[in-house]
């Protein structure tokens, strides 16, 4: 099974992500991830990407490919895989595509995980992070037993600038604009499936595996 998984910032997409590769025994590729690794191990792709990187440079498509061909051909990766922040353009899906067909593992579905703008602020605003351990908090859902204490190390608990309201509609604003085409390449490919991101996690999930194997 190849997925790739769609859906802007809050929508879920890691958890889901890190669910279905347990559930299904499948690799799950985080293109932040992999990039990161490639450039600690020093792999030819990965000096690329450092280069691009140390300069303050987005990594161009064609390195992101090579990075993630080279991942692709890993033995761990035979069982499936989940596409988990790429592609988000047509020309990355168009490349994509062209490498799965090249290696015999072409995509099986794309999951579009939707959500209304207003709840994804409301999820993302109420993140609070420690600033000694890390440590992520919601006001709502995940509350720390004394408020603006972290619960592990005691460190103060605060609102990182991009869990910001103004700053969360920029970026689904951003997201929004490259992806729509995206969704529609995909449509027209007959490979997109919607899955609302709106319930519990264990719902969300649930919906996603009916959709995977009916």
Same mark, same amino acid.
């Given at each position: 099974m190849r997925i790739?998984?769609?859906g802007?910032?809050?929508?879920?997409?890691?958890t889901?992500?890190?669910k279905?590769?347990?559930?299904?025994n499948l690799?799950h590729?985080?293109t932040?991830?992999?990039l990161?690794q490639?450039?600690k191990d020093?792999?030819?792709?990965?000096?690329?990407?450092k280069?691009?990187?140390d300069?303050g440079?987005l990594?161009?498509?064609?390195v992101?490919?090579g990075?993630?061909?080279d991942?692709?051909a890993?033995?761990?990766?035979?069982s499936?895989f989940?596409l988990?922040g790429?592609p988000r353009?047509v020309?990355?899906?168009?490349a994509?595509? &062209? +490498?799965?067909q090249e290696? %015999?593992?072409p995509?099986d579905?794309? *999951?579009?995980? $939707?959500?209304?703008?207003? #709840?994804?602020?409301q999820?993302?605003?109420?993140?609070?992070?420690?600033?000694?351990c890390q440590?992520?908090?919601?006001?709502?859902?995940?509350p720390p037993?004394?408020d603006?204490?972290?619960d592990?190390?005691?460190?103060?608990?605060?609102?990182?600038d991009?869990?910001?309201?103004d700053?969360i509609r920029?970026?689904?604003q951003?997201?929004e604009?490259?992806?729509s085409?995206?969704?529609?390449y995909?449509?027209k490919a007959? &490979? +997109?499936?919607?899955?609302? %991101?709106?319930?519990e996690?264990?719902? *969300?999930?649930? $919906?996603?595996?009916?959709? #995977?194997?009916p």
């Amino acid at each position: 099974m190849r997925i790739v998984l769609l859906g802007g910032p809050g929508v879920g997409k890691g958890t889901q992500a890190k669910k279905l590769s347990e559930k299904y025994n499948l690799a799950h590729i985080s293109t932040g991830d992999i990039l990161r690794q490639a450039v600690k191990d020093g792999t030819q792709m990965g000096l690329m990407a450092k280069s691009y990187m140390d300069k303050g440079q987005l990594v161009p498509d064609e390195v992101v490919i090579g990075i993630i061909k080279d991942f692709l051909a890993k033995p761990e990766v035979k069982s499936g895989f989940i596409l988990d922040g790429f592609p988000r353009t047509v020309p990355q899906a168009q490349a994509l595509d &062209k +490498l799965t067909q090249e290696m %015999g593992i072409p995509l099986d579905i794309v *999951v579009n995980i $939707e959500a209304s703008a207003d #709840l994804i602020v409301q999820r993302l605003s109420g993140r609070r992070t420690c600033r000694g351990c890390q440590a992520v908090y919601h006001i709502t859902n995940l509350p720390p037993k004394k408020d603006g204490i972290c619960d592990k190390c005691g460190g103060q608990l605060y609102q990182r600038d991009d869990d910001k309201e103004d700053t969360i509609r920029k970026r689904l604003q951003v997201y929004e604009a490259q992806t729509s085409p995206l969704i529609d390449y995909y449509h027209k490919a007959g &490979k +997109l499936w919607d899955v609302s %991101g709106e319930g519990e996690i264990e719902a *969300v999930f649930t $919906e996603i595996c009916n959709k #995977l194997a009916p």
